[in-house]
């Protein structure tokens, strides 16, 4: 098979992994000076960091041979589908091609399982050494860990690799018993242990030679099964303060032909992947709890933001005045995020906060409305019931059906 034709093949069955942003592995390039590649700047993916840099990635699966039968898996050992596989030597040849040729920064590279887990994970290793030290390339390497595999191996990728990831794909033991049985929640969780195990290493012993400098992180798919939102937002809050990812991507599960019927016949909402995504963002960066968002069973609303809709279930914290609260709270009003909340204790220091303020700072004027109070403004539907509020406050319907790149890390 020629290599376009593999690449057009593998490059497709990689696009299921959300798993590829690039942000937060360190400039490689301000240590070593000589060598290809850089971390900043068919089969190309772009992610986005948290400065707003557009990085390209070359996304790829070694092969999309599989000795697993996940259900939810168009590259599944029974999936009818066209297989390929590249060397070890295909791969090198294609990422320092690419990079000569300026069209990526870094390499995002997966598997199926062949042969046994250990093999699989030596040829990816395999390839990041090349990359590494034959080649001298410093861009991003970002290498999919195969749980299975000897902790050695998974050991030694990370000397070559920003970050790695492993999947847990699902967000409970019964479900990866149904859809995926020869998986194990249990030996995932060993796999990532290993991995916080080596970052915590690292950064108790800072002279410790590199190890993953990106971190680690995973990816849930939705709607694949029966699991809601609150079980899956539980799963990821154990997740962070287990294992200290540094981000669980949300893959909305995408049918394929002949899909089992143990799997749904259509794809869950775009919009709920978009919500959970909005809501990972506030367990991560707004203090807020898996519990607070979703304090009884069930899934996000997708006609509003998960910070709306904890605004509206807690109207007792409102309407918030902004020149006594502290920056936590402040942030918790919707319209208003984390910046903004820092540029307004900043401004409090020189004067009092009023509603051209917020305007100068480009909040969302219609949805903080009616949450805060300024030196000048008192909200006159501060009082009015939360359900006329969120008709008032809902996303507008072709506001819903877009569908903005969260993936940045």
Partial sequence: MEL??????????????AS??????????????????????????????????????????????????????????????????????????????????????????????????????????????????????????HLKTIPDADPRLIELAGRYADRLSVNIELPTQDSVTKLAPEKSVHTIKLAMGSIRTKLDEKDDHPKAPAFAPAGQSTQM?????????????????????????????????????QSPSSVPSAPPPLLREHRLYQADFLLRGYGFTARELMPKAGNLALDIDPKLG??????????????R???????????????TAKRLIDLRRLRRIRWEDLSRLRC????????????DYKPVQGTAPSDLLRRNLADAPQQMNLWPELRAA
């Fill in 4 to 17: 376009k034709d593999k690449l057009e093949i593998l490059a497709d069955a990689a696009k299921y992994d």
């Fill in 20 to 141: 590829c942003a690039s942000s937060g592995a360190p400039r490689r390039d301000s240590v070593d000076k000589d060598g290809l590649g850089a971390t900043n700047g068919m089969g190309i993916c772009h992610s986005y960091t948290p400065d707003g840099r557009c990085v390209s990635l070359l996304k790829i699966l070694l092969t999309n041979f599989c000795v697993y039968d996940c259900q939810y898996c168009v590259n599944r050992r029974t999936s009818n589908v066209p297989r390929a596989r590249f060397s070890v030597d295909e791969v090198v040849k294609l990422t320092v091609d690419f990079y000569l040729r300026n069209y990526i920064d870094g390499l995002f590279l997966s598997s199926g399982i062949i042969q046994s887990s250990d093999y699989t994970m030596e040829q990816l290793v395999e390839v990041a050494r090349r990359l590494r030290e034959e080649h001298q390339f410093r861009g991003y390497i």
């Fill in 221 to 257: 798919i939705v709607g694949a099964d029966a699991s809601d939102d609150q079980t899956i937002l539980n799963t990821a809050q154990t997740l962070y303060g287990s294992y200290k990812l540094k981000r669980v991507y949300y893959s909305a599960f995408s049918p394929i032909p």
């Fill in 310 to 323: 904890w605004a509206l279930a807690n109207r007792d914290h409102f309407p918030l005045d902004l020149n």
């Fill in 325 to 339: 609260a502290d920056a936590t709270m402040i942030a918790r009003v919707p319209g208003i995020g984390l910046r």
């Fill in 364 to 375: 969302s004027l219609k949805k903080l409305a009616p949450f805060v109070i300024t030196a």
